[in-house]
């Protein structure tokens, strides 16, 4: 299978170095966009691409056969709905807007177009995913995920994460999508009553970098999700666990990587698994390449992500809208 001609939008964003190797093996990289090309010269020379500050002069690049939307927040929606009108596949970043109406709007035009379009939510299919599954379809379903403070995007090539009108919100709107997705995916349920509690208190920046959602099915189920910038910037990057309760028994898996499951029965079983999600980046993009010519099948959805950010967006409405990013 040859490879597809691809174009990278947004490409100083965090996530793209995790996916460099697998992007230049699987792809071949025929141009790439930053509104500062001096992020991504580096990426440049590592997939021998030429680089543009604007990205509306790559989507005319001829033979196009898929496209990488990242950057910020409040520009994706129009590089998609360009990409769509081409009829150029594409993967994009969560949470794809800073609203459920732009999403909404590029879900409607990439369907009414029939432009396959997918969503790196690593985490679904991951260990942890696949651990927390031995419980089975959750009833009670809780996680904590607590990344690095949010200055680490003034160091990283990403200050307009910590902008309210560029982010669309803070650690809410940019964590709990791969935790909210895995719920909903795992349940085969949608979201029914949103609860939350958003903080900036801890680093007082513009957008929250704590926060607490609850959501609930229409058949009860119960997630409790809570992310945060609240762990320190160290090596061991962040913190996790998770829990789930089914109908088999009920699973956990804490930030170490130790997993246990106790059946219904009472047997246990542990092992360690690997939490750290990064890896999980190069792995999607590897799948992309496989499910191209099947439109992405297997993997998350728009129709997907906008279930999963239904409830997100709803969380800042409840807490008075995303205006000045605070709760």
């Known amino acids: 299978m040859s490879r597809a001609r691809t174009i990278i939008l947004g490409a100083s964003h965090w996530h793209v170095p995790l996916c460099t190797r697998a992007i230049g093996e699987e792809h071949e990289v025929v141009g790439i966009s930053d509104e500062d090309v001096s992020l991504v010269r580096g990426l440049a ?9 604007d990205w509306r002069s790559l989507v005319d690049l001829p033979d196009l056969g898929l496209a ?8 994706m929606a129009e590089k998609c709905l360009a990409l769509i009108e081409r009829g150029i596949p594409l993967v994009v970043e969560k ?31 991951g260990p942890t995913d696949r651990w927390l599954a031995k419980a089975g379809r959750p009833t009670y379903q809780r996680t904590s995920f607590i990344a690095g403070p949010p200055s680490r995007y003034l160091h990283n090539g990403n200050p307009w994460m910590l902008d309210p009108a560029a982010a669309g919100g803070g650690c809410l709107a ?3 999508p791969h935790f909210v997705d895995l719920f909903l995916h795992g349940s085969n349920e949608s979201a029914d009553k949103v609860d ?9 920046a513009d957008v929250e970098d704590h926060a607490s959602l609850i959501v609930t099915t229409p058949g009860g189920r119960e997630a409790i999700i809570e992310v945060g910038y609240a762990f320190p910037d160290s090596p061991l990057k962040r913190y996790c666990s998770f829990t789930s309760a089914g109908e088999a028994g009920f699973a956990s898996v804490n930030s170490d990587g130790s997993a246990t499951f106790t059946s219904v029965d009472g047997a246990t079983e542990s092992t360690t698994i690997n939490v750290d999600s990064d890896p999980l980046y190069d792995a999607f993009v590897r799948r992309v390449a496989e499910t191209l010519e099947d439109g992405f099948r297997g993997l998350p959805t ?8 239904r409830p997100i967006w709803q969380a ?10 605070r709760p």
């Open 302 to 309: 728009l129709a997907q992500l906008e279930d999963a950010m």
């Open 45 to 53: 020379e590592a997939w021998s691409a030429p680089v543009e500050a």
């Open 95 to 125: 949470p794809l807007g800073t609203s459920l109406a732009e999403l909404t709007k590029v879900r409607k035009a990439a369907e009414a177009a029939g432009v396959p379009v997918t969503v790196p939510l690593v985490q679904r299919g």
């Open 68 to 75: 990488y939307v990242f950057g910020p927040h409040n520009g």
């Open 174 to 176: 940019n964590l709990a």
């Open 196 to 204: 939350t509690r958003l903080s900036s208190v801890l680093h007082g």
């Open 316 to 325: 800042y409405d409840d807490h008075g809208g995303r205006e000045n990013g």
